[in-house]
């Protein structure tokens, strides 16, 4: 998994009621093409690509929530470049519309893969309060 970066914090712990096919779904709305994919019982993925860019198929952004373990951790919730050699960023207890658009930040950047900046991201009005 790529490393991440946190951005924000201190909503409700939500992560467990994180239903990752809304986001999907608010993605698509907004006239995203993404894909959502669950590789194995505690991950869930969303691959998003704004538009076609000179014949590439790939997605340009991901979406991991990996759930936690039944040890009291909390799940981890990152976006990002789709490109594991990028650094993903960290969603502290994001609730779908905020994941959803944090994932359009990055997806609709006019480099879709650098990473979407802290300062991008509270120009846009999408960090969480403390």
Excluded at 21 to 43: E, F, H, K, N, W
Excluded at 63 to 91: E, F, K, L, Q
Aim: with cysteine.
């Amino acid at each position: 998994m790529p490393s991440a970066t946190a951005i924000g914090s201190g909503a409700p712990d939500c992560h467990t009621d994180l239903d990752m096919d809304l986001v999907s779904r608010i993605v698509r709305q907004a006239g995203i093409d993404c894909l959502l994919r669950m590789p194995d019982d505690r991950t869930t993925v969303i691959l998003a690509e704004p538009r076609p860019r000179g014949g590439r198929t790939r997605f340009t952004v991901r979406a991991t929530r990996i759930r936690a373990d039944d040890h009291g951790h909390r799940d981890h919730v990152s976006v990002g470049p789709n490109d594991a050699r990028r650094t993903a960023m960290h969603v502290p207890e994001p609730d779908e519309r905020h994941l959803a658009a944090l994932i359009l930040a990055q997806a609709l950047r006019v480099e879709p893969d650098e990473m979407v900046t802290v300062d991008e991201i509270r120009a846009l009005g999408l960090t969480q309060p403390r």
